[in-house]
């Protein structure tokens, strides 16, 4: 059974930073891919960012230049830090383990960017 939990969630004010992070119940290597998502309030969840095995990041161009994905395999997680904050990054984030044919989501933590 695969467990993420995210952590690091609450309330920042505008330009402020906020790190998360998701602790994975096993080796973050075996999964193809990590990723962090978001759902806003009224809308769909949607990428923010993804690192692959190999290393290669992928971001949402409304957060390229303001958020940053790592990991630490020694502790099998995987953070999102995000700097320069926007009301409009107002959101329930969930960390995302992606295998070829299994996906797997953490419960989400909030984070309220006031203005």
């Known amino acids: 059974q695969v467990t993420l939990v995210e952590s690091g969630g609450g309330l920042v004010q505008t330009g402020g930073s906020v790190r998360l992070s998701c602790a994975v119940s096993?080796?973050?290597?075996?999964?193809?891919?990590m990723g962090w998502y978001r759902q806003r309030p009224g809308k769909q969840r949607e990428l923010v960012a993804t690192i692959i095995r190999g290393g290669t990041t992928n971001y949402a161009d409304s957060v390229k230049g303001r958020f940053v994905i790592d990991r630490d395999n020694t502790k099998n997680t995987v953070y999102l830090q995000m700097n320069s904050l926007k009301p409009e990054d107002t959101a329930d984030y969930y960390c995302?383990?992606?295998?070829?044919?299994?996906?797997?989501w953490g419960h989400g933590t909030q984070v309220t960017v006031s203005s």
């Open positions: 096993e080796s973050i290597f075996n999964f193809n891919a």
């Open positions: 995302n383990a992606r295998r070829t044919v299994s996906n797997y």
